[in-house]
């Protein structure tokens, strides 16, 4: 085809999608138009409604027919605002989505052949679907349609796509892809891949902002393979920094709502987020496309309300900073080698047959007792607890013995009503309590005349008295507060010799004597450490029986290498009946009791391998190819990470003589950077405390903001942040505050410092005042550029 005439072609192509937009924009505002009035009408009627609810029933309680008719005057007022409300939301949720819509109702388009048939039929893709549903004509697809993995997963030639009930072959003849701004149609093109570069391109090359956006536009076909899998109780995303797993997670999630929207509720998929700040950055993915947020939470919000006030629960990241800055501590090695075992599977086994062993002898129990007074000894609920049959599991005979002793609170109960102690109190009674007992009586002496008034009050009172007495032991024994978890857990580091017997002598670490040693002293002080949070709540859950949550159909875990093996047993416990999408990238395990991804893991067992599924993503989109070349670099395997063909420069390192000329010189960067357009800035230190000090340097730049481990949110300026709370987000551009040998020296912190550099989409520089650290001195020299100021 000669060039004028495929400039001819090109422009009727445009002239035509540039037509057919603006018709489907016209019938979107004419739809808008149509629904706002509806939409508003219901609205007024559901609150009118409301506010005169009880004036349409009438109230009438005489007799029972009355009563009757009053009930079923209430029951049609009641179906009314239903009713009305059911259809407000309807309404309500279609205009909103053909607003969301106005402004970009589609980004692709696919013309399939299906096998048998001659036509080829035009699919548009977009966030949601748009009908004229009288005429059977779908303007837009939703992105979640089998139709729509077309688009995801082939290029034009042969495909096929999966329905509900059968595969559909045929021919792609087309795929073309629009960016469409403001309801304009500002680019097209055709392309043989699976997204083309050009719309990557355009989407990455965007600033970061401080929510993360939907990617539905370009999903990669690994992507779309996370996002529609259904077959699996367990999938395991593996996947470099910047390969766009969180992003595809939460379309996962839109497209489980979509695809089970009869059956599955925002409210029944939780997510576990790194902290409080990332579940702010990611809240608003759902509701761009159009679905209620999912549950939102933090492993650490759960251990807290699990234990506190009973103990104070040391953080993970007190912990990390705890790793970070302790060195010189003498417990210090000890420290580290406790944190590792007390995450590992050889520990995670050791409490299972810990509660085994006690199952049999040995657990130890508290009396039942209230100002001084014994009502049930320890021996006697031992004796209770092991006359059953040991062949029941110890947290069901936990149940039976409760049962038992609030059998036997009964029979105390009522023994206790004629104690001397209950005559005194009778007459220190306030009025109310006398109150309460004559209507007692006055109710009970129309059903029988026969007793006498006075004899009776006193009766009613004294159960009073003893009632409320008893309440707080009922209290003790429903919470199965008989069992002593605290001397329970104790005993595991008190004695010697035991966890010899319960591990592998090989996996338990030489210095344990030191271990027990800490961790009795923290006990003693009613305090947890964050190694022994969870080991200490699954030996509880162990011994009283899990509280499960039945509820929760999918669980997601984000930054999942960060978790030990009892996390994920935990979590697998807490909800049985759920599925999990689990994301992590071992090359970000900063934490000392990290978990691998890949091979024989703790994930792997929890559902077995024929429900596990394991996807790597190993194409890096968030930073420039210079960049993603440096980080990569840092590592000594990551040459399997790939770069998205993205220009930009090479990073920066900038070697400055003091503290005042490194803050000159961030000064003078931030200023640049914010000249070109830079809208989030991140000052990345090592430490809590390294970033106190760099804030009160900053301080005097307009927007700065120090972010901490309480930080819920974040904005768009110059961020002061700990490397390891900036997991999981990106910045336009990161300056690492200091990469010398002085701040990164060991080998357990390359992965600490990996992961700061990887949070930068545009520019990264570091500063380094003295000699740069050995990872930067290790990696490619061509991967990054030296900048010398005056050092004299």
């Given at each position: 085809m000669s060039e004028s005439i495929q400039e001819t072609a090109d422009k009727q192509d445009w002239d035509q999608e540039t037509e057919r937009l603006h018709q489907v924009g016209e019938l979107l505002r004419e739809e808008i138009e149509r629904l706002e009035p509806m939409a508003g009408h219901l609205r007024e009627q559901v609150v009118d409604i409301r506010k005169t609810f009880w004036d349409g029933v009438s109230i009438d309680l005489g007799t029972e027919d009355d009563v009757i008719e009053t009930l079923a005057a209430m029951r049609q007022q009641a179906e009314v605002l239903t009713e009305r409300e059911i259809g407000h939301k309807s309404v309500a949720d279609r205009l909103q989505k053909f607003r969301r819509l106005l402004p970009s109702p589609y980004f692709g388009r696919i013309d399939f052949t299906e096998m048998g048939e001659s036509v080829s039929e035009p699919f548009y893709i977009g966030l949601a679907s748009f009908q004229d549903e009288e005429a059977g004509v779908f303007y837009v697809y939703d992105w979640r349609t089998p139709i729509a993995s077309l688009y995801y997963d082939h290029s034009p030639g042969p495909a096929a796509y999966q329905t509900p009930v059968t595969t559909i072959t045929g021919t792609m003849d087309l795929k073309r892809q629009?960016?469409?701004?403001?309801?304009?149609?500002?680019?097209m093109f055709d392309t043989g891949d699976t997204i083309g570069d050009e719309l990557l391109q355009?989407?990455?090359?965007?600033?970061?902002d401080s929510q993360m956006k939907s990617?539905?536009?370009?999903?990669q076909r690994e992507q779309n393979r996370i996002i529609r899998d259904l077959t699996h109780s367990?999938?395991?995303?593996?996947?470099?920094?910047?390969?766009?797993?969180t992003s595809a997670a939460l379309q996962r999630v839109a497209y489980l709502l979509y695809r089970h929207r009869n059956h599955l509720k925002a409210d029944q998929i939780i997510l576990f987020s790194p902290n409080p700040m990332f579940n702010s950055y990611v809240a608003s993915v759902l509701p761009e496309l159009g679905e209620e947020n999912m549950l939102q939470t933090t492993f650490q919000e759960y251990l807290d309300h699990s234990l506190r006030p009973r103990y104070e629960v040391e953080d993970s990241y007190d912990q990390m900073e705890y790793v970070l800055t302790g060195r010189e501590d003498a417990d210090y090695e000890a420290r580290i080698a406790g944190i590792r075992f007390k995450a590992s599977e050889p520990f995670l086994e050791a409490i299972r047959r810990y509660v085994a062993k006690v199952g049999a002898a040995g657990l130890p129990?508290?009396?039942?007792?209230?100002?001084?007074?014994?009502?049930?000894?320890?021996?006697?609920?031992?004796?209770?607890?092991?006359?059953?049959?040991?062949?029941i599991k110890v947290a069901n005979r936990m149940d039976l013995t409760r049962a038992w002793a609030l059998e036997r609170l009964k029979e105390l109960e009522v023994a206790e009503r004629s104690q001397d102690w209950v005559t005194d109190e009778l007459d220190y009674q306030d009025r109310d309590r006398y109150q309460e007992a004559y209507i007692k009586n006055r109710k009970r002496s129309k059903e029988d005349p026969s007793f006498h008034d006075s004899i009776r009050e006193e009766d009613l009172l004294r159960r009073l008295i003893v009632k409320e007495h008893f309440a707080p032991l009922r209290r003790f024994v429903e919470k199965l507060s008989f069992v002593d978890l605290h001397a329970l857990y104790r005993n595991l580091f008190t004695d010697s010799h035991l966890i010899h017997e319960l591990a592998p002598t090989d996996q338990v670490p030489l210095a344990w004597p030191e271990i027990s040693g800490m961790t009795l002293k923290r006990l003693e002080e009613k305090k947890l450490l964050h190694e022994d949070a969870t080991p200490f709540l699954y030996l509880t859950e162990l011994v009283k029986g899990f509280q499960t949550n039945t509820q929760i159909r999918h669980v997601v875990l984000d930054e999942a290498q960060d978790y030990s093996a009892f996390q994920f047993e935990f979590i697998k416990r807490l909800f049985p009946r759920a599925r999990m999408t689990v994301l992590g990238?071992?090359?970000?395990?900063?934490?000392?009791?990290s978990t691998t991804l890949a091979g024989e893991t703790p994930l792997t067992k929890l559902y077995g391998a024929d429900q596990t599924e394991t996807i790597q993503l190993i194409q890096s989109y968030r930073s420039t190819r210079p960049i993603v070349e440096f980080t990569?670099?840092?590592?000594?395997?990551?040459?399997?990470?790939?770069?998205?063909?993205?220009?930009?420069?090479?990073?920066?390192?900038?070697?400055?003589?003091?503290?005042?000329?490194?803050?000159?010189?961030?000064m003078d960067d931030i200023h640049r950077l914010q000249e070109e357009g830079y809208e989030t800035v991140a000052i990345l230190c090592r430490t809590a405390e390294e970033s106190r000090t760099a804030y009160e340097e900053l301080a005097e730049l307009p927007s700065t903001r120090l972010i901490t481990k309480d930080s819920q949110s974040f904005s768009k300026g110059i961020l002061v942040i700990p490397s390891y709370l900036a997991k999981g987000v990106e910045f336009d551009a990161v300056l690492v505050y200091d990469a010398s040998e002085g701040a990164y020296a060991s080998e357990s912190e390359r992965k600490l410092f990996y992961t700061a550099c990887?949070?930068?989409m545009h520019s990264l520089m570091l500063y380094s005042p003295g000699p740069a650290n050995r990872f930067i001195q290790e990696a490619d020299p061509e991967s990054y550029r030296t900048i010398e100021t005056n050092l004299s």
């Open positions: 629009f960016v469409i701004r403001s309801g304009k149609l500002e680019m355009q989407a990455l090359s965007r600033s970061a990617i539905v536009a370009t999903i367990m999938l395991i995303v593996q996947g470099a920094a910047g390969s766009g797993k129990f508290r009396s039942l007792e209230k100002k001084g007074r014994v009502y049930l000894t320890a021996s006697e609920f031992s004796e209770a607890f092991y006359r059953l049959d040991p062949s990238d071992f090359n970000q395990a900063i934490f000392t009791h990569r670099s840092l590592l000594g395997d990551g040459s399997s990470i790939v770069p998205f063909n993205r220009d930009g420069e090479k990073p920066q390192l900038v070697y400055v003589k003091d503290t005042e000329a490194r803050k000159q010189r961030i990887t949070r930068a």
